[in-house]
Protein backbone atom coordinates (compact mmCIF):
# COMPACT_ATOMS: atom_id res chain seq x y z
CA UNK A 1 0.00 0.00 0.00
CA UNK A 2 2.56 2.63 0.84
CA UNK A 3 4.79 1.66 -2.70
CA UNK A 4 1.68 2.37 -4.49
CA UNK A 5 0.94 5.61 -2.63
CA UNK A 6 5.05 6.06 -3.20
CA UNK A 7 4.78 5.76 -7.00
CA UNK A 8 1.32 7.85 -7.12
CA UNK A 9 2.73 10.52 -5.21
CA UNK A 10 5.74 10.62 -7.72
CA UNK A 11 3.48 9.96 -10.82
CA UNK A 12 1.21 12.80 -9.42
CA UNK A 13 5.09 15.23 -9.08
CA UNK A 14 5.74 14.59 -12.82
CA UNK A 15 2.56 15.48 -13.97
CA UNK A 16 2.47 19.35 -12.34
CA UNK A 17 6.29 19.70 -13.01
CA UNK A 18 5.23 18.67 -16.66
CA UNK A 19 2.66 21.18 -16.55
CA UNK A 20 4.53 23.72 -15.05
CA UNK A 21 7.22 24.09 -17.38
CA UNK A 22 4.28 23.28 -20.60
CA UNK A 23 2.77 26.74 -19.20
CA UNK A 24 6.35 28.72 -19.14
CA UNK A 25 6.39 27.34 -22.91
CA UNK A 26 3.39 28.27 -23.99
CA UNK A 27 3.63 31.85 -22.36
CA UNK A 28 6.87 32.39 -24.41
CA UNK A 29 5.42 30.83 -27.69
CA UNK A 30 2.22 32.78 -27.51
CA UNK A 31 4.11 36.23 -26.91
CA UNK A 32 6.85 35.37 -29.74
CA UNK A 33 4.44 34.72 -31.79
CA UNK A 34 2.71 38.20 -31.32
CA UNK A 35 6.27 39.87 -31.47
CA UNK A 36 7.55 38.36 -34.50
CA UNK A 37 5.08 40.77 -37.26
CA UNK A 38 7.31 43.64 -35.50
CA UNK A 39 10.82 42.14 -36.71
CA UNK A 40 9.33 41.48 -40.00
CA UNK A 41 9.42 45.68 -40.17
CA UNK A 42 12.04 46.43 -38.08
CA UNK A 43 14.96 44.93 -37.72
CA UNK A 44 16.00 43.40 -34.30
CA UNK A 45 19.24 45.41 -33.35
CA UNK A 46 16.93 48.91 -34.67
CA UNK A 47 14.11 47.92 -31.62
CA UNK A 48 16.80 47.23 -29.00
CA UNK A 49 18.87 50.13 -29.89
CA UNK A 50 15.96 52.74 -31.20
CA UNK A 51 15.90 55.70 -28.69
CA UNK A 52 11.97 57.14 -30.30
CA UNK A 53 8.86 55.58 -29.26
CA UNK A 54 6.59 56.50 -31.45
CA UNK A 55 3.99 54.10 -32.57
CA UNK A 56 1.45 56.56 -33.84
CA UNK A 57 3.10 58.75 -36.06
CA UNK A 58 2.49 58.84 -39.76
CA UNK A 59 6.39 57.66 -40.00
CA UNK A 60 6.35 55.01 -37.35
CA UNK A 61 9.30 54.70 -34.66
CA UNK A 62 9.94 51.88 -32.50
CA UNK A 63 12.68 52.05 -30.25
CA UNK A 64 12.83 50.73 -26.38
CA UNK A 65 16.60 51.43 -25.69
CA UNK A 66 15.20 53.90 -22.50
CA UNK A 67 13.17 51.49 -21.55
CA UNK A 68 15.47 49.01 -21.52
CA UNK A 69 18.26 51.35 -19.42
CA UNK A 70 15.07 52.47 -16.90
CA UNK A 71 14.63 48.99 -16.25
CA UNK A 72 18.12 48.14 -15.31
CA UNK A 73 18.89 50.87 -13.70
CA UNK A 74 16.17 50.95 -11.54
CA UNK A 75 16.46 47.22 -10.67
CA UNK A 76 19.61 47.62 -9.74
CA UNK A 77 19.68 50.59 -7.94
CA UNK A 78 16.71 48.80 -5.36
CA UNK A 79 18.63 45.89 -5.35
CA UNK A 80 21.68 48.38 -4.17
CA UNK A 81 20.00 49.90 -1.66
CA UNK A 82 18.22 46.57 0.01
CA UNK A 83 20.96 43.91 -0.51
CA UNK A 84 23.00 45.29 2.43
CA UNK A 85 19.96 46.16 4.43
CA UNK A 86 18.59 42.73 4.04
CA UNK A 87 21.29 41.02 4.47
CA UNK A 88 22.29 43.07 7.78
CA UNK A 89 18.58 41.89 8.77
CA UNK A 90 18.82 38.47 8.31
CA UNK A 91 22.33 38.68 10.35
CA UNK A 92 20.52 40.11 13.12
CA UNK A 93 17.56 37.90 12.88
CA UNK A 94 20.10 34.81 12.90
CA UNK A 95 22.07 35.64 16.07
CA UNK A 96 18.48 37.04 18.13
CA UNK A 97 18.01 34.93 21.15
CA UNK A 98 14.48 36.36 21.86
CA UNK A 99 12.23 33.91 19.66
CA UNK A 100 9.04 35.87 20.43
CA UNK A 101 11.22 39.33 19.15
CA UNK A 102 12.33 37.26 16.23
CA UNK A 103 8.96 35.64 15.31
CA UNK A 104 7.20 39.30 15.66
CA UNK A 105 9.86 40.41 12.91
CA UNK A 106 9.59 37.26 10.67
CA UNK A 107 5.94 38.05 10.14
CA UNK A 108 6.20 41.90 9.75
CA UNK A 109 8.54 41.12 6.62
CA UNK A 110 5.95 38.36 5.58
CA UNK A 111 3.31 41.21 5.78
CA UNK A 112 5.48 43.20 4.15
CA UNK A 113 6.17 40.87 1.23
CA UNK A 114 1.80 40.90 0.85
CA UNK A 115 0.67 44.03 0.46
CA UNK A 116 -0.35 44.93 -2.64
CA UNK A 117 2.26 46.95 -5.05
CA UNK A 118 -0.16 50.01 -5.57
CA UNK A 119 -0.08 50.12 -1.99
CA UNK A 120 3.13 51.18 -2.09
CA UNK A 121 3.29 52.98 -5.37
CA UNK A 122 0.49 54.88 -3.47
CA UNK A 123 3.04 55.46 0.05
CA UNK A 124 5.63 56.48 -2.66
CA UNK A 125 3.83 59.07 -4.47
CA UNK A 126 2.72 60.76 -1.24
CA UNK A 127 5.84 60.33 0.77
CA UNK A 128 9.39 59.47 -1.37
CA UNK A 129 8.45 61.89 -4.43
CA UNK A 130 7.00 64.98 -1.95
CA UNK A 131 10.60 64.45 0.16
CA UNK A 132 12.62 64.01 -3.06
CA UNK A 133 10.51 67.16 -4.47
CA UNK A 134 11.13 69.26 -1.47
CA UNK A 135 14.66 67.86 -0.17
CA UNK A 136 15.90 67.94 -3.21
CA UNK A 137 14.52 71.06 -5.04
CA UNK A 138 13.16 69.17 -8.30
CA UNK A 139 10.63 70.17 -10.59
CA UNK A 140 8.67 66.80 -9.55
CA UNK A 141 10.12 64.08 -7.34
CA UNK A 142 9.10 61.14 -9.84
CA UNK A 143 12.00 60.22 -10.68
CA UNK A 144 14.52 56.89 -10.72
CA UNK A 145 15.42 57.64 -7.69
CA UNK A 146 11.81 57.73 -6.28
CA UNK A 147 11.54 54.08 -8.49
CA UNK A 148 14.79 52.65 -6.61
CA UNK A 149 13.69 53.61 -3.47
CA UNK A 150 10.08 52.21 -3.69
CA UNK A 151 11.31 48.63 -5.28
CA UNK A 152 14.06 48.75 -2.20
CA UNK A 153 11.52 48.17 0.15
CA UNK A 154 9.82 45.83 -1.89
CA UNK A 155 12.60 43.02 -2.78
CA UNK A 156 14.06 43.88 1.08
CA UNK A 157 11.20 40.63 2.76
CA UNK A 158 12.29 38.33 -0.42
CA UNK A 159 16.49 38.85 0.50
CA UNK A 160 15.89 38.52 4.22
CA UNK A 161 13.07 35.42 3.97
CA UNK A 162 16.24 33.43 1.18
CA UNK A 163 19.25 34.54 2.91
CA UNK A 164 17.96 33.82 6.84
CA UNK A 165 17.41 29.95 6.55
CA UNK A 166 21.26 29.34 5.23
CA UNK A 167 22.56 31.84 7.66
CA UNK A 168 20.72 30.20 10.69
CA UNK A 169 22.00 26.46 10.07
CA UNK A 170 25.45 27.76 10.00
CA UNK A 171 25.01 29.75 13.23
CA UNK A 172 23.44 26.56 14.91
CA UNK A 173 26.47 24.70 13.28
CA UNK A 174 29.40 26.87 14.97
CA UNK A 175 27.48 28.36 17.97
CA UNK A 176 28.85 25.95 20.53
CA UNK A 177 32.39 25.92 19.16
CA UNK A 178 32.94 29.44 19.11
CA UNK A 179 31.26 29.69 22.29
CA UNK A 180 33.91 27.07 23.56
CA UNK A 181 36.44 28.85 22.24
CA UNK A 182 35.81 32.36 22.71
CA UNK A 183 35.06 33.86 19.68
CA UNK A 184 32.66 36.82 19.65
CA UNK A 185 29.49 36.77 17.62
CA UNK A 186 31.05 39.63 15.48
CA UNK A 187 33.66 37.57 14.31
CA UNK A 188 31.88 34.42 13.68
CA UNK A 189 29.29 36.98 11.22
CA UNK A 190 31.99 37.78 9.54
CA UNK A 191 34.57 35.07 8.89
CA UNK A 192 31.96 32.07 9.60
CA UNK A 193 28.70 33.21 8.58
CA UNK A 194 29.01 35.32 5.58
CA UNK A 195 31.09 33.16 3.88
CA UNK A 196 28.71 29.73 4.03
CA UNK A 197 26.02 32.06 3.10
CA UNK A 198 27.26 33.14 -0.46
CA UNK A 199 25.01 30.79 -2.44
CA UNK A 200 22.20 32.10 -0.73
CA UNK A 201 22.80 35.71 -0.73
CA UNK A 202 23.13 35.37 -4.51
CA UNK A 203 20.15 33.22 -4.95
CA UNK A 204 18.48 36.65 -2.75
CA UNK A 205 19.85 38.81 -5.16
CA UNK A 206 18.59 36.92 -8.37
CA UNK A 207 14.88 36.63 -7.10
CA UNK A 208 15.24 40.52 -5.82
CA UNK A 209 16.52 41.45 -9.60
CA UNK A 210 14.07 39.83 -10.85
CA UNK A 211 11.11 40.95 -8.89
CA UNK A 212 12.19 44.68 -9.49
CA UNK A 213 12.58 44.07 -12.90
CA UNK A 214 9.20 42.51 -12.97
CA UNK A 215 7.07 45.20 -11.20
CA UNK A 216 4.76 47.10 -12.81
CA UNK A 217 2.01 49.17 -10.72
CA UNK A 218 4.57 50.79 -7.86
CA UNK A 219 7.15 51.95 -10.43
CA UNK A 220 4.58 53.13 -12.54
CA UNK A 221 3.12 55.34 -10.29
CA UNK A 222 6.67 56.99 -8.96
CA UNK A 223 9.36 56.77 -12.16
CA UNK A 224 7.29 59.43 -14.38
CA UNK A 225 6.81 57.06 -17.15
CA UNK A 226 8.79 59.41 -19.57
CA UNK A 227 10.17 57.15 -22.91
CA UNK A 228 13.59 59.11 -22.02
CA UNK A 229 17.79 58.43 -21.60
CA UNK A 230 17.06 57.80 -17.91
CA UNK A 231 19.06 59.64 -15.01
CA UNK A 232 19.03 59.14 -11.11
CA UNK A 233 17.02 62.28 -10.56
CA UNK A 234 15.22 62.12 -14.08
CA UNK A 235 12.33 60.82 -14.93
CA UNK A 236 12.27 57.19 -16.88
CA UNK A 237 9.61 54.18 -17.98
CA UNK A 238 10.26 50.76 -17.52
CA UNK A 239 9.13 47.49 -19.93
CA UNK A 240 6.27 46.61 -17.66
CA UNK A 241 5.06 50.37 -17.02
CA UNK A 242 5.35 51.11 -20.92
CA UNK A 243 2.94 48.24 -21.14
CA UNK A 244 0.61 48.54 -18.83
CA UNK A 245 -0.32 52.06 -19.87
CA UNK A 246 0.00 51.70 -23.58
CA UNK A 247 -1.60 48.51 -24.05
CA UNK A 248 -5.42 49.06 -23.39
CA UNK A 249 -5.38 51.56 -25.95
CA UNK A 250 -3.20 49.80 -29.01
CA UNK A 251 -5.26 48.95 -31.64
CA UNK A 252 -5.53 45.13 -31.85
CA UNK A 253 -3.26 43.72 -34.71
CA UNK A 254 -1.15 47.26 -35.33
CA UNK A 255 1.96 47.84 -35.43
CA UNK A 256 1.92 49.20 -31.41
CA UNK A 257 -0.03 46.32 -29.95
CA UNK A 258 2.86 43.69 -32.07
CA UNK A 259 5.60 46.48 -30.50
CA UNK A 260 4.29 46.02 -26.89
CA UNK A 261 4.29 42.22 -26.77
CA UNK A 262 7.67 42.33 -29.05
CA UNK A 263 9.34 44.58 -25.11
CA UNK A 264 7.66 42.00 -23.09
CA UNK A 265 9.32 39.28 -25.32
CA UNK A 266 12.95 41.54 -24.93
CA UNK A 267 12.12 41.73 -21.16
CA UNK A 268 11.42 37.71 -20.87
CA UNK A 269 14.28 36.78 -22.44
CA UNK A 270 16.61 39.10 -20.84
CA UNK A 271 15.45 37.18 -17.34
CA UNK A 272 15.80 34.06 -18.11
CA UNK A 273 19.42 34.64 -19.19
CA UNK A 274 19.96 36.29 -16.11
CA UNK A 275 18.96 33.29 -14.23
CA UNK A 276 20.89 31.05 -16.43
CA UNK A 277 23.71 33.31 -15.80
CA UNK A 278 23.18 33.35 -11.84
CA UNK A 279 22.74 29.82 -11.51
CA UNK A 280 26.02 29.50 -13.46
CA UNK A 281 28.09 31.42 -11.10
CA UNK A 282 26.22 30.08 -8.33
CA UNK A 283 27.53 26.33 -9.08
CA UNK A 284 30.95 27.76 -9.10
CA UNK A 285 30.78 29.50 -5.98
CA UNK A 286 28.97 25.97 -4.03
CA UNK A 287 31.74 24.12 -5.66
CA UNK A 288 34.88 26.55 -3.69
CA UNK A 289 32.93 26.48 -1.00
Known amino acids: MYRKFEYFFVFLSKI ?44 PCIGIRPMILSTI ?22 VLENKKLKELFTAILGVLAGIPSVIYGFIGLLVVVKFLEKNLF ?19 PFIVSTSLET ?3 SYLKYKESSLALGVSKSYMLRELILPNAKGAILASLVLA ?81
Open 16 to 59: ITFISVSMLFLVIFFIARESIIVFKEINLLEFISGTDWKPLAKE
Open 73 to 94: YVSILAVLIALPIGIGCALELT
Open 138 to 156: LATGESVLAGGIVLAVMVL
Open 167 to 169: MEK
Open 209 to 289: LARAMGETMAVMMVIGNSPIIPSLLGKGETIPALIALEIGTAGLGSLHYHGLFAAGLVLMVFLIFLNAFFYVIKKKIMVYL
